[in-house]
């Protein structure tokens, strides 16, 4: 446990230097987090022009928690990164498992999009005319928190099963993330979607946690709103055992036929 | 005339080998879902016409900023830029023939929108004024092409993801693709009479309405003025970048 303790401590680290490399404040705050906020705003603006203010506070609210999604889910291209940089061979040779050092990798990103939406929950709402519930409000970027793990679970997934198609990785990402901000009761209530589509809701990450949050902030009971995030964190579980298995069969079936290094 | 078909001929060979390529024509159907169950769910019916067009301006949108920007920059990782450049004609007519392709393939996202539109939801918008919303999109696709190769030419020396990821949101809250422009604080409505989308998503919206349209030349002379500018802004920009490039030795390495 310690040895994968600390391979995910250098996944983590040798992120952050690549992500340094890539953003500074400014290009993350003005380029990345502002392009964020103006997405949630222009949901929020759809509301306004349905003239309901129930309608912003729905809209506002369900996109400020998913555009933590969108950095949640980049994991993806992380992990076929590692397979066109031709580092994935050595860390498939390597005696630690490498789902833990995409796990470490990808933290940074959860982190980004967890401050991301955080910022937005903090500063939005009151430009659109939310009304929160402080300072039991305070509460809900640890709940974003748990919505962003399992969407990071859900992501890591989805990098497993598209390692096979490294030039569909854009592809896969986005539809990764779009999927839930269509589904998950972001824009509309899942009750929205036809019965046989609301299945398969229930296991998407995101479902259960922006429930949660939407029941906190109306002032629902406690207990659904624990029971939500417990759904939210079992789905998550569920999503990184199934990403697992993924991994371990494509280095398997790699190793095999030798195609780990050769994908297009 | 012959580059230009060459280079667009090129572009959609290529576009055939990358799925990532197609990416916008893979995001269109969750954008079409996401504010066609809004405006359903709302019971607002009389705003379907704006959950139509967005999709469609958001994804000519989308082609320009993607895979029409990167058209260069491409050029440049596979090392045959230079190539072209060493060339004994200009391949200017090669990179527009490439990002129009790419536009061609911008016209995609309506057909995505109107077929959804009509089997998910059952509901398509009728076309009250067909000459006037054709010659809209035929406008908007030169703008567009106008956009691209300037974006196209800024991508060259702006060789990162950050202004990309910016051209997203921003200029669909500023262009009003989905909420007109009147919903958006004062102080940034002049900003959007300088983006050609914004004159697209009105002149379209009043061309699914039934009301007579207003000022349809003025408004279509708009459009082409400013995809004109970007146009021969995109040229002369391309041509000096890439004589700087020449003159510092740069093509391959900046």
């Known amino acids: 446990m310690r040895d994968q303790l600390r391979v995910l401590r250098h996944g983590l680290v040798v992120q952050w230097l690549l992500f340094r490399g890539f953003h500074t404040w400014k290009t993350w705050t003005f380029g990345w987090l502002s392009r964020l906020l103006i997405q949630a705003c222009f949901y929020a603006l759809i509301g306004r022009m349905l003239g309901s203010q129930e309608q912003v506070d729905y809209l ?197 036929d030798g195609t780990i290094e050769f994908a297009s | 005339m012959r580059l230009f078909l060459t280079g667009a001929r090129m572009q959609l060979w290529l576009v055939r080998r990358q799925p990532d390529d197609l990416l916008t024509l893979c995001t269109i159907p969750f954008t079409v879902l996401m504010l066609m169950s809004i405006v359903v769910h709302s019971g607002r019916t009389d ?63 309506l057909l995505e929108t109107w077929v959804l539109g009509r089997l998910v939801f059952g509901v398509t918008p009728t076309l009250h004024h067909p000459g006037v919303f054709w010659a809209a999109v035929g406008a908007s696709l030169f703008a567009m092409a106008g956009t691209g190769l300037l974006l196209a030419a800024f991508m060259l020396v702006n060789d990162n993801g950050h202004y990309q990821n910016f051209l997203s949101f921003p200029v669909y809250v500023l262009s009003g693709v989905m909420v007109p422009v009147e919903y958006l604080p004062d102080f940034l409505q002049p900003l959007s009479h300088a983006v050609f989308l914004s004159w697209s998503a009105d002149l379209m919206r009043d061309a699914l309405a039934p009301a007579p349209v207003a000022a349809v030349w003025w408004r279509l002379a708009v459009i082409f003025a400013l995809g004109a500018v970007a146009l021969v802004g995109g040229r002369l920009s391309l041509e000096l970048t890439l004589r700087r490039a020449r003159a510092e030795g740069s093509v391959a390495y900046a």
């Open chain 2, 47 to 109: 705003l379907l016409a704006n959950a139509f067009l967005a999709p469609v301006l958001i994804g000519l949108w989308g082609f320009a900023t993607g895979l029409a920007a990167e058209v260069l920059l491409t050029e440049r990782w596979t090392r045959s830029l230079e190539l072209g450049l060493a060339a004994p004609t200009s391949l200017h007519p090669v990179y527009l023939g490439r990002v129009a392709a790419v536009l061609v393939l911008g016209v995609v996202p």
């Open chain 1, 60 to 256: 506002l609210i369900g996109n400020l928690v998913a555009i933590m999604a969108i950095d949640a889910t980049v994991v993806v291209l992380l992990a076929v990164g590692e397979r066109q940089s031709g580092t994935l061979a050595l860390m498939v040779a390597a005696p630690a498992t490498h789902l833990t050092v995409y796990l470490g990798k990808g933290l940074v990103h959860l982190g980004s999009g967890v401050a991301a939406s955080t910022i937005a929950f903090l500063t939005l709402p009151p430009l659109f005319g939310v009304a929160l519930p402080w300072p039991w409000a305070g509460l809900v970027p640890l709940m974003i928190f748990v919505v962003g793990v399992s969407c990071y679970c859900y992501g890591t997934c989805v990098a497993a099963f598209v390692l096979g198609f490294p030039s569909a990785r854009w592809v896969a990402l986005n539809l990764g993330y779009l999927v839930l901000m269509t589904f998950t009761g972001v824009n509309v209530p899942t009750s929205f979607w036809p019965e046989w589509v609301r299945g398969a809701i229930s296991v998407l990450p995101m479902t259960h946690g922006l429930a949660a949050i939407r029941s906190f902030v109306d002032g629902g009971p406690v207990s659904v709103v624990a029971g939500e995030l417990a759904l939210e964190l079992a789905v998550g579980a569920g999503w990184i055992t199934v990403a697992a298995l993924g991994f371990g069969r494509m280095v398997t079936r790699g190793r095999r």
